[in-house]
């Protein structure tokens, strides 16, 4: 059975930094592609980072680049999102998936797993 499971949200004020973690099990996580998402209250989901089953390619919504930075430990079987400059806009709650090598990355519907979500909130 396929788990993904999030942690490291919470409450920060804007300005300030979080770490998500994604602890995979279940599935061989090196050969799948990882992204994240986020949905805030009222809206729909939106993608905010992926990263290629190597590590060596990532990709970013525009709103989020040069502020958060996506990576992964294959050893591990964890991909993580480090989130910097907060604003309150940020705040969601924050999915990590798995989705087959070659996806097209910003779109939801192409990833196979998903996790439960954790939730971030921003405080101006």
């Known amino acids: 059975q396929v788990q993904l499971v999030e942690s490291g949200g919470g409450l920060v004020q804007a300005g300030g930094s979080l770490r998500l973690s994604c602890a995979a099990s279940?599935?061989?996580?090196?050969?799948?592609?990882m992204g994240w998402f986020r949905q805030a209250p009222g809206k729909e989901r939106e993608f905010v980072a992926a990263?290629?089953?190597?590590?060596?390619?990532?990709y970013y919504a525009d709103s989020m680049k040069g502020r958060f930075t996506i990576s992964r430990d294959n050893a591990k079987n964890t991909v993580y999102l480090q989130m910097n400059s907060l604003k309150p806009e940020d705040a969601g709650v924050y999915y990590c998936?798995?989705?087959?090598?070659?996806?097209?990355?910003?779109?939801?519907?192409?990833?196979?797993?998903w996790g439960q979500g954790t939730q971030v909130t921003v405080s101006s």
């Open positions: 990263i290629s089953w190597s590590g060596t390619n990532t």
């Open positions: 279940g599935l061989t996580f090196s050969l799948y592609t």
């Open positions: 998936a798995a989705g087959s090598r070659g996806i097209v990355v910003r779109t939801a519907d192409n990833y196979r797993y």
